[in-house]
């Protein structure tokens, strides 16, 4: 039996399959809702529940009465009334699995690797700036990374990934990796993107939180972008801010930009800006009703900021958009990525 799922405040409704997953019944129907990591963790797609009952996969059964359900991970058991934060209408690039060539190797700092990833000849994979991919391990184990590079060199993808301790794919499986190597992925995923807006961006990273903000930049130049965009990349060290003078030579030739790296274990030596990023933005903008912000990386970063922004600052809370880059292995959910 096919349930449908009507959207509060509107005339908009989609079906949904009881063993499919909400979000991905409405991203069927052609409409995105806040979402990330898909595995039940960040809470972003966390969307009122008005009426109706799902099973929350981990979680049990959730109604109305327990107010909200995590859309990512809830399957229908009746028909649904959802409030989600966003609701919008997509043109959702349709997602392939393809078999990528390992084109390069970098190593910008001791724990992160720059992967280069080349499709094969005539194949391109269109994606929104912002957006992430999911590498297909061997045994079908999955995990997310965000594209840094500009949505229009989509005939390949650039990856910025940091070294997690004990790692399945990013210390075991990428320490074996060697340019020419076969990788799957399937790509895009995620509605972390630039939304067009007259509003000033405010671009909050760490650590490699600064690669789906690279691609968003170098997107943005590309297209003749004027609208104001400053820049805080946080780490703890100047090596965390691994790609530093590109940040910094963006803003030396573009008068809409403005880098400010912080860092939160600074040495004597350093004469930049110190303590936790967004405390950075807060020093700097008392004011943030007018704005727009992008977060990305830690997810305690992307929380605190998030709270603090909306609480003490005034930015509304549809004007914060965020991939928090939790754990995106198994572990996270306690069971595999697909239902
Ligand atoms: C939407 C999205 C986009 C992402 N994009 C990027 C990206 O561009 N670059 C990047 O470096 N990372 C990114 N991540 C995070 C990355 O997907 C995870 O860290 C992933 O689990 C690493 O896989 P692994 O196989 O190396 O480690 P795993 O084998 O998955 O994990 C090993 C151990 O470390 C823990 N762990 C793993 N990741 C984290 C974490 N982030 N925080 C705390 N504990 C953790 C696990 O619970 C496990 O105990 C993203 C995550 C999401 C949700
Ligand atoms: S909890 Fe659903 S997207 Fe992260």
Same mark, same amino acid.
């Given at each position: 039996?096919?349930?449908?799922?009507?959207?509060?405040?509107?005339?908009?409704?989609?079906?949904?399959?009881?063993?499919?997953?909400?979000l991905?019944?409405a991203?069927?129907?052609?409409?995105s809702m806040p979402s990330?990591?898909?595995? @039940?963790?960040?809470?972003?797609c966390?969307?009122?529940?008005?009426?109706?009952?799902?099973?929350?996969?981990?979680?049990?059964?959730?109604?109305?009465?327990?107010?909200?359900?995590?859309v990512?991970?809830?399957?229908?058991?009746?028909?649904?009334?959802?409030?989600p934060?966003r609701f919008?209408?997509?043109?959702?690039?349709?997602?392939?699995?393809?078999?990528?060539?390992?084109?390069?190797?970098?190593?910008?700092?001791?724990?992160?690797?720059?992967?280069?990833?080349?499709?094969?000849?005539?194949?391109?994979?269109?994606?929104?700036?912002?957006?992430?991919?999911?590498?297909?391990?061997?045994?079908?184990?999955?995990?997310?990374?965000?594209?840094?590079?500009?949505?229009?060199?989509?005939?390949?993808?650039?990856?910025?990934?940091?070294?997690?301790?004990?790692?399945?794919?990013?210390?075991?499986?990428?320490?074996?990796?060697?340019?020419?190597?076969?990788?799957?992925?399937?790509?895009?995923?995620?509605?972390?993107?630039?939304?067009?807006?007259?509003?000033?961006?405010?671009?909050?990273?760490?650590?490699?939180?600064?690669?789906?903000?690279?691609?968003?930049?170098?997107?943005?130049?590309?297209?003749?972008?004027?609208?104001?965009?400053?820049?805080?990349?946080? @780490?703890?060290?100047?090596?965390?801010?691994?790609?530093?003078?590109?940040?910094?030579?963006?803003?030396?030739?573009?008068?809409?930009?403005?880098?400010?790296?912080?860092?939160?274990?600074?040495?004597?030596?350093?004469?930049?800006?110190?303590?936790?990023?967004?405390?950075?933005?807060?020093?700097?903008?008392?004011?943030?009703?007018?704005?727009?912000?992008?977060?990305?990386?830690?997810?305690?970063?992307?929380?605190?900021?998030?709270?603090?922004?909306?609480?003490?600052?005034?930015?509304?809370?549809?004007?914060?958009?965020?991939?928090?880059?939790?754990?995106?292995?198994?572990?996270?959910?306690?069971?595999?990525?697909?239902?």
């Open positions: 039996m096919t349930f449908t799922v009507h959207v509060a405040g509107s005339e908009l409704s989609f079906p949904c399959e009881p063993r499919e997953f909400v991905d019944a991203e069927r129907a052609g409409y990330s990591c898909r595995k @039940g963790v960040c809470n972003t966390e969307t009122a529940l008005l009426s109706g009952e799902v099973e929350q996969r981990g979680k049990g059964r959730r109604t109305a009465r327990d107010g909200s359900a995590l990512c991970r809830a399957q229908p058991r009746a028909d649904l009334t959802i409030r934060k919008e209408r997509i043109d959702i690039f349709r997602r392939k699995t393809i078999t990528a060539t390992v084109y390069r190797l970098a190593r910008p700092a001791p724990d992160v690797t720059i992967l280069t990833l080349r499709f094969p000849i005539g194949l391109r994979a269109p994606f929104k700036a912002g957006q992430y991919l999911q590498v297909i391990m061997e045994d079908g184990d999955r995990r997310n990374f965000s594209m840094a590079n500009a949505a229009r060199h989509n005939d390949g993808a650039e990856l910025h990934i940091r070294h997690v301790p004990n790692g399945k794919f990013s210390e075991k499986a990428l320490s074996r990796l060697a340019v020419g190597d076969r990788l799957q992925v399937e790509i895009p995923h995620g509605d972390f993107h630039l939304r067009v807006s007259p509003r000033p961006v405010i671009l909050l990273a760490s650590g490699t939180g600064f690669a789906p903000i690279k691609s968003i930049v170098e997107t943005a130049i590309h297209a003749g972008n004027d609208r104001p965009m400053h820049l805080y990349w946080g @780490g703890h060290r100047r090596e965390h801010i691994y790609l530093f003078d590109l940040a910094a030579n963006w803003q030396r030739r573009l008068p809409w930009f403005t880098s400010t790296p912080v860092l939160s274990d600074a040495p004597a030596s350093w004469a930049g800006r110190t303590g936790l990023v967004h405390h950075a933005v807060r020093e700097d903008h008392r004011d943030l009703s007018g704005a727009q912000v992008y977060a990305c990386g830690n997810p305690k970063m992307v929380e605190a900021a998030q709270r603090d922004f909306t609480a003490d600052h005034g930015l509304p809370e549809a004007e914060f958009f965020a991939d928090a880059f939790v754990d995106s292995g198994p572990s996270a959910s306690g069971d595999s990525q697909r239902a």
